[in-house]
């Protein structure tokens, strides 16, 4: 079974368009995460979420936002896509924002804005 | 500002031991993580340390040492499998994990 689930794997998409990706854990995880992943390869934090808790990293642009249906569910919709936002994007979840708890993640979705 | 450093890429032979240092800067300390990543996939959890000392766990150790800002991953009996990049990441005092740009590491025959 599939811990963290994302889709699509591809995106090919215009510039100036709206797209979603889906996440879904299966963990009973109470955390859930975006990342991007950049072509330097560094991972990082877009916005992190739990029942309570929306936090966004300052340095994301508002075009991006996170849409969480449910605890085990947290989307990631983006409009009017830019060429630099192409990346691949990472979901991930983890038990809670504590001590020895490693987050697990999606296996991305590779945006290409063309 | 964070900061996480590693050697960007290393190379090593098939059955010997290499040794990836991580050094860091961070607002507060709650754990340090190493996760490997294989191309075209998601990072995979390897290890935890939150105390100074070495945690090992079958072929792959980890060392860390909070006074001086640093870890370091063991691989022993390198396979070709073990050719990937390594993630070295802090948890700050906010509980964020602030990630290095990994080390890819390269195993020749």
């Known amino acids: 079974d599939t811990a963290v689930s994302q889709t699509p794997k591809y995106l090919v998409t215009q510039m100036g368009n709206d797209k979603s990706i889906k996440c879904e854990q299966n963990?009973?995880?109470?955390?859930m995460y975006w990342y991007k992943q950049d072509s330097k390869k560094f991972l990082k934090i877009m916005f992190s979420?739990?029942?309570?808790?929306?936090?966004i990293n300052e340095t994301v642009p508002n075009r991006f936002s996170p849409k969480s249906p449910d605890k085990a569910h947290l989307n990631l919709h983006i409009n009017s896509l830019e060429l630099g936002d192409s990346a691949v994007y990472f979901c991930?979840?983890?038990?809670?924002?504590?001590?020895?708890?490693?987050?697990?993640f999606g296996q991305g979705t590779r945006l290409t804005v063309v | 500002g964070q900061n996480i450093d590693q050697p960007t890429e290393m190379t090593a032979t098939e059955g010997a031991i290499v040794q990836i240092n991580c050094t860091y800067q961070?607002?507060?300390?709650?754990?340090l993580f190493w996760y490997q990543q294989h191309a075209g996939e998601a990072p995979t959890f390897l290890s935890y340390?939150?105390l100074d000392g070495l945690e090992e766990k079958g072929r792959f150790s980890s060392f860390l040492s909070r006074s001086k800002g640093y870890s370091y991953l063991l691989l022993k009996e390198l396979q070709m499998k073990d050719s990937a990049s390594y993630l070295c990441?802090?948890?700050?005092?906010?509980?964020?994990?602030?990630w290095g740009a990994g080390t890819k590491l390269i195993i020749k025959p």
């Open positions: 991930a979840s983890s038990q809670a924002s504590g001590f020895g708890t490693e987050a697990f």
């Open positions: 979420y739990n029942n309570k808790e929306l936090i």
């Open positions: 990441a802090v948890r700050d005092s906010n509980y964020q994990l602030i």
């Open positions: 961070t607002s507060g300390f709650n754990g």
């Open positions: 340390n939150v």
């Open positions: 963990l009973g995880h109470d955390t």
